[in-house]
């Protein structure tokens, strides 16, 4: 045998036996966008390694280090998305879509990051990704966080904390960036490599320092909610009022500074104890300079990306993952000619049924066998079809999930008779 090929460290395989809860927190989300008027905009998993270097930023982990960047036969550096908010806003962009226009807009897909994988941090991962552009105001902060409260509400996902902070608009940073850097400078024998070489570049970057070392200092650094301009203080207030208001409890992080450049005003995370270092599962905030940014008519926007792994994880935890739907009916086939008509019989029922699970025997197999099959297949009524059944015309209805007798049907009946069966098997 030759030697098996080892799957990308980082990368996972989605399981048909961890399906389910994928395709329940997609569909939930779907659901839930579509009332709150979000629409759907599929974007390139690659782009110009130059738009995610301006929109995220150049002293950010990301872009420092985590780019999945390579040189395409045209000599084009091209990124895989690390990210989705860089290739929306560059889709609106060059499709032309701003011009004073706004947009609620969602997105799902892989992302990729060359982090150091542990459990919930992987190096394919996928997110779903919200974006409200073109709104300036508060209300819509407020909205897309009772959105995603809502959607932990529908999903039973219970363990999660909202946290929220003000970044301030980029002049009241700049000042606040002044404060920081001579507090860290008169620290710098206490800075590790990585936090020296972001004091220049962007300070604000070493309070997200995971460095547990450099910790004390982080606490003791001049607080940015503090240094605030009046409209983003007056934003940041009208958002706690209007969650009070809607009941959904939060906490003000004063530390929350994010890991991509683009944030200003609102920041916010939504935080689980149950899933260790990994913790945050929803993430987002404002980005109201980043359109200008990458070349756009000037345009305000928010948005957040959750994490499905780590909302699968959670909600697998919590046991709200569906059982995989079983089929409705197991077509047992017993004899040469009746394999053969199965084939055409089966076909015909599900012209008739549609949404009805058959499952036809596949491979031979004696009675016994197939038997064995169209209970493991979890239907609810077998459909036992031999050469003698055929040669009469009629096929056999033996339900499998309760105590009851066969019965037979005329072949043309035979779909009004499987539709009558199931309807007592559910009932009973
Ligand atoms: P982010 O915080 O980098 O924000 O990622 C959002 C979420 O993606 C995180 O809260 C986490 O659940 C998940 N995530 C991030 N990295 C990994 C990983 N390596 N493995 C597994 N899950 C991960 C953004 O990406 C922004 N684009 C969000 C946004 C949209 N802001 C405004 N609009």
């Known amino acids: 045998m030759s030697e098996q090929i080892q799957p990308v460290r980082g990368m996972n395989d989605v399981l048909p036996a961890e399906i389910t809860a994928w395709q329940r927190l997609e569909s939930t989300a779907r659901q839930l966008l579509a009332e709150y008027g979000y ?44 990210e989705g908010t860089a290739g929306v806003m560059r889709a609106l962009i060059s499709n032309g879509l701003l011009r004073g226009q706004r947009h609620k807009l969602w997105c799902d897909g892989p992302m990729f990051r060359h982090e150091r994988p542990q459990k919930g941090r992987y190096r394919q991962f996928h997110q779903i990704d919200v974006e409200a552009v073109g709104f300036a105001g508060p209300d819509v902060d407020v909205e897309l966080i009772a959105l995603t409260a809502r959607l932990w509400r529908r999903l039973g996902i219970e363990r999660v904390r909202l ?38 570049g962007n300070p604000l970057r070493v309070l997200d320092s995971k460095n547990p070392e450099m910790r004390a200092l982080i606490e003791a650094a001049p607080v940015l909610t503090d240094h605030l301009d009046g409209e983003s203080r007056e934003h940041f207030a009208a958002l706690c009022a209007a969650l009070e208001a809607l009941g959904i409890p939060f906490s003000v992080n004063p530390r929350l500074v994010r890991g991509l450049d683009y944030y200003s005003r609102t920041v916010f995370e939504w935080i689980t104890d149950a899933l260790g270092a990994q913790d945050a599962v929803c993430s987002g905030g404002r980005y109201d300079g980043l359109i200008a ?80 099959r169209a209970d493991r297949s979890g239907a609810a009524l077998a459909v036992i079809l031999g050469d003698d059944e055929l040669a009469r015309g009629v096929a056999a209805l033996k339900p499998l999930r309760r105590d009851a007798g066969q019965s037979e049907s005329p072949l043309p009946d035979l779909a009004a008779a499987i539709q009558s069966a199931l309807a007592t098997a559910v009932e009973t």
């Open 163 to 200: 946290q929220i902070n003000s970044l301030g608009t980029p002049e009241a940073r700049r000042i606040y960036r002044e404060k920081l850097v001579e507090y860290l400078r008169a620290h710098h024998d206490q800075l590790d490599a990585d936090s020296r070489r972001r004091l220049e």
């Open 39 to 82: 629409q759907e905009i599929r974007v390139p998993m690659v782009e110009r390694t130059e738009l995610f270097q301006r929109a995220i930023g150049e002293y950010t982990d990301v872009v420092e280090k985590e780019m999945y960047t390579f040189v395409d036969q045209g000599g084009d550096s091209l990124t895989l998305r690390p």
């Open 293 to 372: 940014q990458l070349g756009g008519e000037p345009t305000p926007g928010i948005g957040f990306a959750m994490g499905i792994e780590r909302l699968v994880a959670l909600m697998t935890q919590a046991g709200a993952v569906p059982a995989p739907a079983a089929a409705d009916v197991f077509v047992v086939v017993n004899g040469e000619r009746a394999a053969a008509y199965g084939l055409q019989l089966v076909e015909r029922l599900r012209d008739a049924l549609p949404g009805r699970r058959f499952e036809l025997n596949l491979g031979g197999g004696n009675f016994k066998a197939q038997f064995r």
